[in-house]
């Protein structure tokens, strides 16, 4: 492992710890030239998940981008970084346990509006909002009753 700051690539492990829920191990190193420490993450590397939009094209999964979807919905509400990590990550484990390699947007949407509606029903809403391209009051109302009525 090169070091972040010198970039040599001698270094001891200090400490290693499984991290988010057994997703990864965390090492904390010491670089035996500079003898700084530094973290890094080592993850299971899976098969790139391809989303298949709704215009057919198809686009490699960016983890990202659907955490700042989540969070964008979540804006102003009780729900931590951490929480929308987790739904991404129970997203994400449920995908792979179907061996899936592509996924259609609205299905990934449909996935997270699931996790959405038992956590906060306005970010729910919100989140649905955009996801279904609502176009006028009369689909917010639509689905504000089919949430009243669960």
Same mark, same amino acid.
């Given at each position: 492992?090169? $070091? /972040? @700051? $010198?970039?040599?690539?001698? +270094?001891?492990?200090? +400490? ?17 030239? $500079?003898?700084?420490?530094?973290? !890094?993450?080592? @993850? #299971?590397?899976?098969? /790139? ?5 709704? +215009? ?5 999964? +960016? ?6 979807? #989540?969070?964008?919905? $979540? &804006?102003?509400?009780p729900i931590s970084r951490v929480t929308i990590?987790? #739904? ?5 484990? =449920?995908?792979?346990?179907? @061996?899936?390699? %592509?996924?259609?947007? *609205? %299905? ?11 956590l906060d029903q306005v970010a729910y809403v919100r989140f649905a909002s955009v ?7 009369? =689909?917010? !109302? &639509? ?6 009525? *669960?």
């Open positions: 492992m090169k $070091c /972040p @700051y $010198c970039n040599k690539d001698e +270094d001891r492990v200090l +400490d290693s710890r499984v991290v988010r829920d057994g997703l990864a191990v965390r090492r904390r190193r010491e670089c035996l030239a $500079c003898m700084k420490r530094f973290t !890094t993450y080592e @993850y #299971i590397e899976r098969s /790139p998940l391809m989303i298949i939009k709704h +215009d057919s094209q198809r686009e490699e999964y +960016d983890r990202e981008k659907l955490i700042v979807g #989540i969070a964008l919905a $979540c &804006t102003k509400r990590e987790k #739904i991404v990550a129970e997203i994400e484990n =449920e995908i792979a346990d179907e @061996y899936k390699l %592509e996924i259609e947007a *609205k %299905e990934l949407g449909e996935r997270v509006l699931a996790k959405l509606i038992d996801y279904r391209r609502f176009q006028n009051i009369n =689909e917010f !109302t &639509t689905e504000l009753t089919k949430l009243k009525s *669960k």
